[in-house]
């Protein structure tokens, strides 16, 4: 069975600071992995998402996440935090049979100016 | 394209009533999910559609809770009765299933729903 554990339920950063959101998963085989991202009352978009191409990820909004098989981790990660970064970013894996679908439990950022 | 649809954005009803989310999926989207999320228990699926069958419901939290999907563009989350522990924000989202669960899952911005 797939599942997703995120890192920390709170991340705070300061403005220009990188941004480094924890997501590991667990999975006998690797999986599709996806970061979204959801604003005060909005739902979830996409960041970016991990289909077995590149083991590095680039997203929007300057995100990028690298997966590491070894580690089963898909962090995300954003060099300079922005104000407009903070919202809540959700881990995402699915599995390769296509039945199998599942969110991380969140991580809120707060980026402080 | 105006991406997922939902409405009513915002419900506030009282505990016993029946309560209708509805949904309109991005055209030529051939899956649908429905989630709820609350603080306490975070983004759950609760059912989702593959062209308009219901794949996998085992989200469902009981009876009371019913989902249809009658054609492609249109679906519904039904709630009878509602009681006040079903309040929380329900998330419909639409996907193209040309390459399975690779596909990126949009999502419409939800219903807000209070149950006194």
């Known amino acids: 069975a797939q599942s997703v554990t995120q890192l920390g339920s709170h991340v705070s950063v300061s403005e220009g600071a990188l941004v480094l959101l924890r997501c590991n998963y667990s999975s006998s085989v690797p999986p599709y992995l996806f970061w979204y991202v959801q604003y005060p009352n909005q739902g979830l978009q996409l960041l970016l998402k991990?289909?077995?191409?590149?083991?590095l990820v680039k997203g929007i909004n300057g995100f990028e996440a690298e997966f590491k098989k070894s580690e089963t981790s898909f962090h995300l990660t954003k060099p300079s935090a922005h104000m407009s970064d903070a919202a809540e970013y959700f881990c995402a894996v699915s599995d390769r049979g296509g039945n199998q679908f599942y969110f991380g439990t969140g991580t809120s950022l707060t980026v402080i100016p | 394209d105006a991406g997922v649809i939902q409405s009513p954005r915002h419900e506030v009803t009282e505990m016993g009533q029946e309560v209708t989310l509805r949904c309109k999926p991005i055209s030529g989207h051939n899956s649908l999910f429905w989630y709820r999320q609350t603080m306490m228990r975070g983004l759950e699926l609760l059912i989702y559609f593959n062209n308009n069958v219901p794949i996998d419901d085992s989200g469902m939290p009981e009876d009371r809770f019913s989902a249809k999907m009658p054609n492609a563009s249109f679906s519904t989350l039904k709630i009878q009765p509602s009681e006040p522990r079903d309040s929380a924000v329900y998330f419909c989202?639409?996907?193209?299933?040309?390459?399975?669960?690779?596909?990126?899952?949009?999502f419409g911005p939800g219903t807000r729903l209070l149950v006194l």
């Open positions: 989202a639409s996907r193209s299933g040309d390459r399975g669960y690779q596909e990126t899952q949009y």
């Open positions: 991990y289909t077995s191409a590149a083991t």
